[in-house]
């Protein structure tokens, strides 16, 4: 078939690789000429594991091409994915869906024939029945345009996976042709029995809102429960051990820390607040207020453990930082906790000498106030307290004995519940943690 991808940012650009790698003829449309250049060239403008090697195939083989003309792209489709972001708007929690309208309103009036546009950004309840409105005011006559809603799901890190083995796909058509055109792009995933659930618009629209809610809630709701375990004197690694096992809770998402960060989940559960105030129903998903309260809380339990762990003042201090991207496998620095701790104890008059694997360059434009080290060796040398805030496997394989001599101060605190402290202890550290006992 023929596709469009419209918009290649992390979810466009391995949305269209993916489409391309299970045999479909893809133009990839963005107004980033820069981005589109690179992508034309096979390059992947950002880091995610197994795309370059996609791209390089695909773009190799003439099967996956780029453009920046939506004209262009409305000529060559019979379906369009609409890929673009839905950022939180700056004066309120609400999504910005100014790119979202942007692309309908350049698709639309060069449309031709029988074709269907299909959005996947995460949009809030309404958002199908809105655009196909404005597509039906703009399209030529003689056009049949529909308009259908198929969240994605996928995961920083895991996007190429995600994409190709989804855990379920979700239509939301308001017709059998939607419906039919959908189950033959992805036919391929079909075959291999992964779960298709046809629904309306305002459902598909709503799995995506409330699957991050769900995911944002357990993060919160584990991180609770250090808390509490930190008052008590628990051990919440072993408690979420415990409560995983009950095959109702699952262990995933329950690994407490710093907190969730990123694109998609702090914005989400803001704009779904929003969208829920708008159709009257804000108090039946107040609960999420709690749920970004107690997030943002983790970053300042972080800050507030890092102070103490110096004697009660970080002016002046020597912090080692690891991690700056918002989880492993990423150089997204988007809401990143990692960051927003960094930029907290270098506001309060710390040295701050940061190291990242990925998102080192990102977080430089960010946060261009702090030093940036080109190895964890550099950035903890002659630390007064090593912090580390984003569990990249690299610092997992750290030789604390070894970090030991170049850091003779031998404080680390572990946001991320995940390095191994008995051994960091062994080697003569201090550890502290988030809700485990010191
Ligand atoms: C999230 C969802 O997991 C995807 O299913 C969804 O498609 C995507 O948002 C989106 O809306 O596009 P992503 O933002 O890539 O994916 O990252 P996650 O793996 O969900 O992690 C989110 C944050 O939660 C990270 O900061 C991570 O460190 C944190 N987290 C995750 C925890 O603090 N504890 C956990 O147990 C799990």
């Known amino acids: 078939m023929r596709l469009t991808v419209i918009g290649t940012g992390y979810l466009g650009a391995v949305h269209a690789a993916c489409m391309a790698e299970i045999g479909h003829e893809v133009l990839g449309v963005d107004v980033d000429a820069e981005k589109i250049a690179l992508l034309a060239d096979g390059r992947t403008p950002f880091y995610e594991p197994r795309l370059q090697e996609l791209l390089t195939r695909n773009v190799g083989s003439g099967q996956l091409r780029f453009t920046t003309s939506l004209r262009e792209a409305a000529v060559f489709g019979e379906v369009h994915f609409i890929c673009v972001g839905t950022p939180q708007r700056q004066d309120s929690p609400a999504a910005d869906l100014r790119h979202v309208d942007a692309v309908v309103d350049g698709l639309a ?140 809770i699952g262990r995933r998402f329950l690994s407490a820390g710093l907190g969730f960060g990123g694109g998609c989940l702090p914005k989400d559960i803001r704009a779904f607040m929003a969208r829920a105030e708008e159709l009257g129903v804000g108090p039946a998903v107040s609960f999420l207020h709690q749920v970004d309260e107690i997030n943002a809380r983790q970053r300042r339990r972080t800050v507030d453990i890092a102070r103490e762990m110096t004697g009660g003042d970080l002016a002046g201090r020597r912090v080692a930082v690891l991690g700056a991207a918002f989880k492993p496998d990423s150089d997204d620095v988007r809401d990143s906790p990692a960051l927003a701790v960094a930029a907290a104890v270098h506001r309060e008059g710390a040295e701050v000498r940061l190291h990242d694997p990925q998102a080192m360059e990102n977080a430089r434009a960010v946060l261009p106030q702090l030093e940036y080290a080109p190895d964890v060796d550099k950035a903890c040398e002659d630390a007064d307290l090593v912090l580390h805030l984003t569990e990249w496997i690299d610092y997992r394989r750290i030789d604390p004995a070894r970090l030991a001599q170049l850091t003779p101060a031998r404080r680390i605190l572990d946001a991320r519940n995940a390095l191994d402290h008995p051994l960091w202890r062994a080697a003569g550290w201090t550890v502290r943690a988030l809700g485990r006992p010191q």
Do not use: Q
């Not at 939301?172 to 075959?191: I, K, N, Q």
């Not at 991180?223 to 008590?232: F, K, T």
């Open 109 to 248: 009036p060069h449309l031709r024939g029988s074709c269907l546009i299909v959005g996947k950004s995460t949009v809030p309840a309404g958002t199908t029945s809105r655009l196909a409105a404005r597509v039906r005011a703009l399209a030529p006559e003689d056009t049949d345009a529909e308009v259908a809603w198929n969240p994605e799901f996928l995961r920083e890190g895991f996007a190429v996976e995600d994409t190709l083995r989804p855990d379920r796909l979700v239509a939301g058509v308001t017709s059998a042709r939607a419906d039919e055109v959908l189950r033959r792009v992805y036919a391929p995933m079909l075959d291999a029995e992964v779960p298709y659930i046809s629904t309306d618009p305002a459902t598909a629209e709503l799995v995506k809102v409330a699957a991050n809610s769900f995911l944002a809630t357990k993060i919160s709701f584990i991180n609770a429960m250090a808390e509490v375990c930190d008052a008590a004197g628990g051990d919440v690694t072993t408690l979420a051990d415990a409560l995983g096992h009950d095959t109702r």
